[in-house]
């Protein structure tokens, strides 16, 4: 029997699966107009087949199955037959667990647990996101083609704005429409002061050092009836995003940066990595995301100063000494370009548009706890663009992200460039 037929065969011994979050399609069966949906409820019992023809492959004939469908299947919409064998039986999981390796180290998003693993150190992962205006609602998508605009592409994450007296809220979520808190799709939010100068990313899984966890008895509250009692209802601070004081824009461009506490500063150093990549949700594998083309469809917050920037660094600095320091990012200054008038920065043909949201992050050099500053040169990767956003055309914008940050860290960062500033332009 050859590789491809049996690739078929096992697509259609569990096409049925397709009702999961995952989508294969049967021969001949008609494919839905509208697909938006992404990631069901998890009260719906496991669908995982054990006792099957398949179940009992001989371990090397099925290593070498997954190796060579890894290897052929490298891109979406074909991808989605790697995340289809993983949901074959238990045995089968397994060895998707041990073959197909995380975004860092291969560059390809593949499972629901991606979206909050490190993007890949040798080059970015490219991300398009799409605003709709009109219900307030931004939804991240993979881009699967070199082009700018277009017109479809394999959804990622979605965002809705919540504003309300004293703040603005980002909900994000995995699924395209049921972006609520009380869903079982909910992954975190970003909060934002009165000004929109200061912005908190919160993620319903606790970082490696567990250092920014919210005190008790704010947490979510959830109905049994729509979400399964796995879903993690915790409310973790994992990043600061703060923009410079401008009235008026009398400072020139915006001015931004990011403390993330979920990432320590050594993981940029030689030898460095991001602790604590825990499973995205405690579900299997087979809860992935479908492909879906937007053409066709489309707790405790913590408290809210007007300190600098280089005050709060300096006060977590002096309150957790010995601990590890995280990773500081901060916005690439522009340059001013001469004959166009304006500010400009090298975005390699990825932003076409002008626009003041427009912006590239690397990592601010910072001197080694205890040791002195001037004699030691920053690593090379301290000068790398971590992420960078920008403008393609109306409600178009591009975001491309690598080592450390993870898809949904990068959205929400991007997010904030979003929101109303009143007191930064």
Known sequence: MSFRSIVRDVRDGFGSLSRRSFEVRLPGQHHRGESHGSVHELHEPPLVIQNSRWASLPPELLRDVIKRLEASESTWPARKHVVSCSAVCRSWREMCKEIVRSPEFSGKITFPVSLKQPGPRDGTIQCFIKRDKSNLTYRLFLCLGPALLVENGKFLLSAKRTRRTTCTEYVISMDADNISRSSSTYIGKLRSNYLGTKFIIYDTQPPYNNSQLSPPGRSRRFYSKKVSPKVPTGSYNIAQVTYELNVLGTRGP????????????????????????????????????????????????????????????????????????????????????????????????????????????????????????????????????????????????????????????????????????????
């Open 254 to 425: 915006r001015k931004m940066n990011c403390i993330t506490h979920s990432i320590p500063a050594k993981a940029l150093e030689p030898g460095g990595f991001v602790p604590g990549q825990a499973e995205l949700l405690p579900r299997d594998l087979e809860d992935s995301f479908r492909s879906i083309s937007f053409s066709k469809s489309i707790d405790n917050s913590t408290e809210f100063s007007s300190s600098r920037f280089s005050d709060i660094v300096g006060t977590r600095d002096e309150e957790e000494e010995g601990k590890e320091r995280p990773l500081v990012l901060q916005n690439k200054a522009p340059r001013w370009h001469e004959q166009l008038q304006c500010w400009c920065l090298n975005f390699r043909g990825r932003v076409t548009v002008a626009s003041v949201k427009n912006f590239q992050l690397i990592a601010a050099t910072q001197p080694a706890a205890g040791a002195p500053t001037p004699s030691q040169p920053a690593p090379s990767d301290h000068d790398k663009i971590i992420l960078q956003f920008g403008k393609v055309g109306k409600d178009m914008f591009t975001m491309d992200y690598r080592y450390p940050l993870s898809a949904f860290q990068a959205f929400a960062i991007c997010l904030s460039s979003f929101d109303t500033k009143l007191a930064c332009e």
